[in-house]
């Protein structure tokens, strides 16, 4: 079992910068692969950055490359999302997620989501 509580969503203006964390309880952390995943009011939930299941590699979605980093640290059980240059569109609720299986993009992959945490861009 995984639990994930995420955190450091606000309010920010356009032009921005916010670092989501995500704090995971259970021995088994590092087993997991994890990502972020963002859902807007009347929006599906959608991918944004994900490591693969050897944390060799990373994947961003078109429309958050070269803005976010993802990065995780084991030893503190926590995995990160950097995010700048913020734009309005950029605001979801964020969820942090980990799975043990291949497939990075498609959220039914994932076993274990936390609550999430509000993004709000102004403009």
Same mark, same amino acid.
């Given at each position: &079992?995984? &639990?994930?509580?995420?955190?450091?969503?606000?309010?920010?203006?356009?032009?921005?910068?916010?670092?989501? *964390?995500?704090?995971?309880?259970?021995?088994?952390?590092?087993?997991?692969?994890?990502?972020?995943?963002?859902?807007?009011?009347?929006?599906?939930?959608?991918?944004?950055?994900?490591?693969?299941?050897?944390?060799?590699?990373?994947?961003?979605?078109? *429309?958050?490359?070269?803005?976010?980093?993802?990065?995780?640290?084991?030893?503190?059980?926590?995995?990160?999302?950097?995010?700048? *240059?913020?734009?309005?569109?950029?605001?979801?609720?964020?969820?942090?997620?980990?799975?043990?299986?291949?497939?990075?993009?498609?959220?039914?992959?994932?076993?274990?989501?936390?609550?999430?945490? &509000?993004?709000?861009?102004? *403009?």
């Amino acid at each position: &079992q995984v &639990q994930l509580v995420e955190s450091g969503g606000g309010l920010v203006q356009a032009g921005g910068s916010l670092r989501l *964390s995500c704090a995971a309880s259970g021995r088994t952390f590092s087993s997991y692969a994890m990502g972020w995943f963002r859902q807007a009011p009347g929006k599906e939930r959608e991918f944004v950055a994900a490591f693969t299941r050897s944390d060799r590699s990373t994947y961003y979605a078109d *429309s958050v490359k070269g803005r976010f980093t993802i990065s995780r640290d084991n030893a503190k059980n926590t995995v990160y999302l950097q995010m700048n *240059s913020l734009k309005p569109e950029d605001t979801a609720v964020y969820y942090c997620a980990a799975r043990n299986v291949a497939g990075i993009y498609n959220a039914l992959n994932y076993d274990y989501w936390g609550q999430g945490t &509000q993004v709000t861009v102004s *403009s």
